[in-house]
């Protein structure tokens, strides 16, 4: 792994990918009373449990991947989630060419989409000594 000092900024990796969401319709106090009273994770679980099996464990396992790649990097690179299905997810998809998810934009620059977790930190550990010799 290269230098710390080496760097000047962390690396942006964005994840885009599906997300469990959940309906927001109550208002801002609505929500601090739900907050208060320990009722708003209750909801949110429940509209979660809606969704099929395949995606919660889809989404579970690469939240897991997320952390643990958060661990072997935790100074190096930065990791921004975006939602697949919103305006951004969008956009991203689209100028990026990811035609499957999870879909991982590295440094603005070079993607990778799959579940091949030494493909994606060779690619990291690439734009990481990049970065440390420039």
């Known amino acids: 792994m290269p230098n710390e000092k080496a760097f000047a900024k962390a690396l942006r990796v964005e994840v885009v990918s599906k997300m469990l969401g959940v309906q927001t319709e109550e208002c801002k106090n609505c929500r601090l009373i739900f907050e208060e009273v320990g009722l708003k994770s209750k909801f949110h679980n429940q509209e979660i449990n809606q969704y099929p099996d395949d995606i919660k464990e889809e989404v579970l396992r690469l939240s897991d991947w ?22 951004l997810g969008v956009y991203k998809t689209l100028r990026h060419r990811i035609r499957k998810f999870p ?25 990481l000594q990049n970065l440390s010799l420039a």
């Open 103 to 127: 879909g991982f934009i590295i440094g603005k620059q070079k993607t990778y989409s799959g579940w091949d977790t030494g493909a994606l930190e060779a690619i990291i550990d690439e734009h």
């Open 66 to 87: 997320i952390r643990d790649l958060a661990r072997r990097y935790p100074v190096h690179v930065e990791f921004k989630i975006i939602d697949a299905m919103t305006p």
